[in-house]
């Protein structure tokens, strides 16, 4: 069955950066469009990015674009997010999702998240 394990996250500073890594099982994870989505506290879920297929290709929500980097290596069917600029506000539970089509911001399955954590 599809399996996502996140890994990374961790408290930091505000300014401080982190890479997050996901790591995908169960599923030919070359054939699909990959994500970051993050749940803050008391909040729904939000796409952050995607990446396609062979990562050539990246889309950011307007709030981590210039911050953030979503990457992916297919040899390790891992996916991976640099945070850079890290604030307060990026608090929140970071979700590596499997996209099924070609709508960046749509998909079927999440793993179970990591915990970012920003304050000083």
């Known amino acids: 069955q599809v399996q996502l394990v996140e890994s990374g996250g961790d408290w930091v500073q505000p300014g401080g950066s982190l890479t997050l890594s996901c790591v995908a099982s169960g599923f030919t994870f070359s054939d699909y469009y990959m994500a970051w989505v993050r749940q803050r506290p008391g909040e729904g879920t939000v796409w952050v990015s995607t990446v396609t297929t062979l990562g050539a290709n990246t889309r950011y929500a307007d709030f981590v674009r210039g911050r953030f980097t979503i990457s992916r290596d297919n040899d390790k069917n891992t996916l991976y997010l640099q945070m850079n600029s890290l604030q307060p506000e990026d608090t929140a539970l970071y979700f590596c999702?499997?996209?099924?089509?070609?709508?960046?911001?749509?998909?079927?399955?999440r793993g179970q998240g990591t915990q970012v954590t920003v304050s000083s």
């Open positions: 999702a499997r996209v099924p089509g070609v709508a960046p911001q749509e998909y079927d399955y």
